[in-house]
């Protein structure tokens, strides 16, 4: 089993940041892909971005490129999203997700461990 937690939330200004840490322990040879989704009030769960293990690939949804970086470091089990240029539309419970090796870094299913989630708002 993988445990996961998520920290750096809280309310920004649009145009401001906020760097979001998620942290795995346990079975963490289980986190060769990691990933941030969130989710709006009344919307679907979206996909952020995700890495690879060795952090040499990584993808965005095409709404946080050029704005969001994703990291991490295996040696301490942590992932971390740096967001810049935060707009009012990037609110949202912002969800950490760990899994295997997946061909589909973008579909929730590829992940089976998540985080409880952390909030993210930012006003206009």
């Known amino acids: 089993q993988v445990h996961i937690v998520e920290s750096g939330g809280g309310l920004v200004q649009a145009g401001g940041s906020l760097r979001l840490s998620c942290a795995a322990s346990?079975?963490?040879?289980?986190?060769?892909?990691m990933a941030w989704f969130r989710q709006a009030p009344g919307k679907e769960r979206e996909f952020v971005a995700a890495?690879?293990?060795?952090?040499?690939?990584?993808y965005y949804a095409e709404s946080v490129k050029g704005r969001f970086t994703i990291s991490r470091d295996n040696a301490k089990n942590m992932m971390a999203l740096q967001m810049n240029s935060l707009k009012p539309e990037d609110t949202a419970v912002y969800y950490c997700?760990?899994?295997?090796?997946?061909?589909?870094?973008?579909?929730?299913?590829?992940?089976?461990?998540w985080g409880q989630g952390t909030q993210v708002t930012v006003s206009s």
């Open positions: 346990g079975r963490t040879g289980s986190t060769v892909s």
């Open positions: 997700a760990a899994g295997v090796a997946t061909t589909r870094p973008a579909a929730p299913e590829s992940y089976s461990f």
């Open positions: 890495i690879t293990w060795s952090g040499s690939r990584t």
